[in-house]
């Protein structure tokens, strides 16, 4: 079945940059997303691309795909103590997204 | 309300009990999902209801776990004979068909089985 892996933790120093990996399986899904989840909140969505793309950015995310290793990326730039929180991995179409672990992203001074 | 809403937020049972978790979706949307969150286990699919289909009820991990969706908006996730290992964040979602994959999540409902 489908599978999306993640490195739990990831610690940055504040304006440091920050590069979040993951790793799927299914290789037919349209999309592949990247959502974040802040204490005690419900996750929302962060980004997404197309799986015909090789990379996307959106001000300080950068999100870059290796389709043939079937490896996604979120680099977030000049990491703020804001951007703490979980990011997750999914992929899949609407009807299904399958999400990868979580990784913790801890931001300090 | 303008987002996904959960109830109850937390809950407390103990072992053997039956529990009912409420989702309110937001206006409109057609899609509804059901995810289980349990630490270091990332997120765990349990159900979805598209419309008037019938649900995908592949992610459900035993007969104690059913859904149901009335009149294609709010929807009820029950557990009955609750165990320990069923302790954990429950995630609803929501979404239109018309943004694909754009889930919008409430806060969840935390379930603690004593």
């Known amino acids: 079945g489908e599978d999306v892996e993640q490195s739990l933790f990831l610690s940055v120093r504040e304006g440091d940059s920050s590069v979040i990996n993951c790793t799927y399986t299914?290789?037919?899904?349209?999309?592949l997303y990247w959502y974040k989840q802040e204490p005690g909140a419900g996750l929302q969505l962060l980004t997404y691309?197309?799986?015909?793309?090789d990379m996307k950015q959106d001000q300080r995310l950068t999100v870059l795909l290796n389709k043939k290793d079937k490896h996604l990326s979120l680099r977030i730039a000049d990491t703020q103590t804001g951007d703490s929180a979980i990011y997750f991995c999914?992929?899949?179409?609407?009807?299904?997204?399958?999400f990868g672990t979580g990784t913790r992203l801890q931001v300090f001074p | 309300g303008a987002g996904v809403s959960q109830s109850p937020s937390n809950k407390v049972t103990e072992k053997g009990k039956d529990v009912e978790l409420r989702c309110d979706p937001i206006?409109?949307?057609?899609?509804l999902y059901w995810y289980r969150q349990s630490l270091g286990q990332g997120l765990e699919f349990l159900i979805y209801?598209?419309?008037?289909?019938?649900?995908?009820k592949s992610g459900l991990p035993s007969d104690r776990f059913s859904a149901e969706r009335t009149g294609g908006s709010v929807s009820t996730l029950t557990i009955q004979r609750t165990q320990q290992e069923d302790s954990a964040v429950y995630l609803c979602?929501?979404?239109?068909?018309?943004?694909?994959?754009?889930?919008?999540f409430g806060e969840g409902s935390r379930l603690t089985v004593l």
């Open positions: 209801f598209q419309g008037n289909s019938a649900p995908d």
């Open positions: 999914a992929e899949g179409e609407s009807d299904k997204l399958i």
């Open positions: 979602a929501s979404s239109s068909i018309r943004v694909s994959g754009e889930l919008f």
């Open positions: 299914d290789s037919s899904s349209t999309y």
């Open positions: 206006s409109g949307h057609t899609a």
């Open positions: 691309i197309f799986s015909n793309m």
